[in-house]
T-cell receptor, first 115, second 113 residues
Framework: GAVVSQHPSWVICKSGTSVKIECRSL??????MFWYRQFPKQSLMLMAT?????????EQGVEKDKFLINHASLTLSTLTVTSAHPEDSSFYIC???????????FGDGTRLSIL | EDQVTQSPEALRLQEGESSSLNCSYT??????LFWYRQDPGKGPEFLFT???AGEEKEKERLKATLTKKESFLHITAPKPEDSATYLC??????????????FGQGTILTVHP
């Protein structure tokens, strides 16, 4: 069965809107979760590492104020795309892992389209 | 800088025609190599983990192998339902204690009946 639940599956909204994406770990408590972005016909790019109870670690080039991450519980991390613009349109995917050196398990992604 | 290169970019096979996908890599401190399958509009689905050169893993029609420079995903007698994008990813020793996963560009596999 699914290890990670991601919601919503897709969202279409107007430019300037803020959008929140939820990622839930279903099978275990996840102190660390990951957020990726995937553009069409490209591979996954890590955006940030979400840490329960502390600040997220962002990859170089990812705007912290643009992509707000909150990991308030051991089963839920959220990504909020603030004041979204058309260039933020992409496929956003989260993942969790049971521990270091273990495989990451991914959600089914959120297709974000900004008009 | 860690690099992952997958080849070919796309592969078309007839049902039953066996073949292999390649994942070449350079990494400082390999902690693991993972293979995933991704269907259109979905997140990657975990297939295999390989940790050291010489290791092999097998599941149904798929077999993954690892050397110090590359990994292969062998597909034996594929079926149309094996059509998907196959991703190779390296877990390195950098970043947080959980490391950082670096993905290859993927191989788009199409199996015709």
């Amino acid at each position: 069965g699914a290890v990670v639940s991601q919601h919503p599956s897709w969202v279409i909204c107007k430019s300037g809107t803020s959008v929140k994406i939820e990622c839930r770990s279903l099978d275990f408590q996840a102190t660390t979760m990951f957020w990726y972005r995937q553009f069409p016909k490209q591979s996954l790019m890590l955006m940030a590492t979400s840490n329960e109870g502390s600040k997220a670690t962002y990859e170089q080039g990812v705007e912290k104020d643009k992509f707000l991450i909150n990991h308030a519980s051991l089963t839920l991390s959220t990504l909020t795309v603030t004041s979204a613009h058309p260039e933020d349109s992409s496929f956003y995917i989260c993942s969790t892992t049971r521990g270091s050196n273990q495989p990451q398990h991914f959600g089914d992604g959120t297709r974000l389209s900004i008009l | 800088e860690d690099q992952v290169t997958q080849s070919p970019e796309a592969l078309r096979l007839q049902e039953g025609e066996s073949s292999s996908l390649n994942c070449s890599y350079t990494v400082s401190g390999l902690r693991g190599l993972f293979w995933y399958r991704q269907d259109p509009g979905k997140g990657p689905e975990f297939l295999f983990t390989l940790y050291s050169a010489g290791e092999e893993k097998e599941k149904e029609r798929l077999k993954a192998t690892l050397t110090k420079k590359e990994s292969f995903l062998h597909i034996t007698a594929p079926k149309p339902e094996d059509s998907a994008t196959y991703l190779c990813a390296l877990l390195n020793a950098g970043g947080t204690s959980y490391g950082k996963l670096t993905f290859g560009q993927g191989t788009i596999l199409t199996v015709h009946p």
